[in-house]
């Protein structure tokens, strides 16, 4: 089993930066890829970053030039790196671990991430 905890989330002010973070635990050899997605109040949950364990990096348009997922394998731990922020992108962020095979995808809990003067 893959554990993932995440932490950074807070209130910032629009143009301001937040930085997140995801440890994972457990079967790390089990994890392809590593991902951050986001969910919205009535709004259905969206990626907005990948990294392979190669570094091959992935993002969704509306980030693209904002926000950096990096990764220190050393520490099992991957990051978010969010500037430039707007009010649009308050959510719910989650941390994604993308398992070899079938093994499907395990969720961390959850950080809150609020964009608001």
């Known amino acids: 089993q893959v554990q993932l905890v995440e932490s950074g989330g807070g209130l910032v002010q629009p143009g301001g930066s937040l930085r997140l973070s995801c440890v994972a635990s457990?079967?790390?050899?089990?994890?392809?890829?590593m991902g951050w997605y986001r969910q919205a109040p009535g709004k259905e949950r969206e990626l907005v970053a990948t990294?392979?364990?190669?570094?091959?990096?992935t993002y969704a348009d509306s980030v693209k030039g904002r926000f950096t997922i990096s990764g220190d394998n050393a520490k099992n731990t991957v990051y978010l790196q969010m500037n430039s922020l707007k009010p649009e992108d308050t959510a719910a962020y989650y941390c994604?671990?993308?398992?070899?095979?079938?093994?499907?995808?395990?969720w961390g809990q959850g950080t809150q991430v609020t964009v608001s003067f």
């Open positions: 990294i392979t364990k190669g570094g091959t990096t």
């Open positions: 994604a671990a993308i398992l070899i095979g079938a093994g499907g995808t395990r």
């Open positions: 457990g079967s790390i050899f089990s994890i392809n890829a």
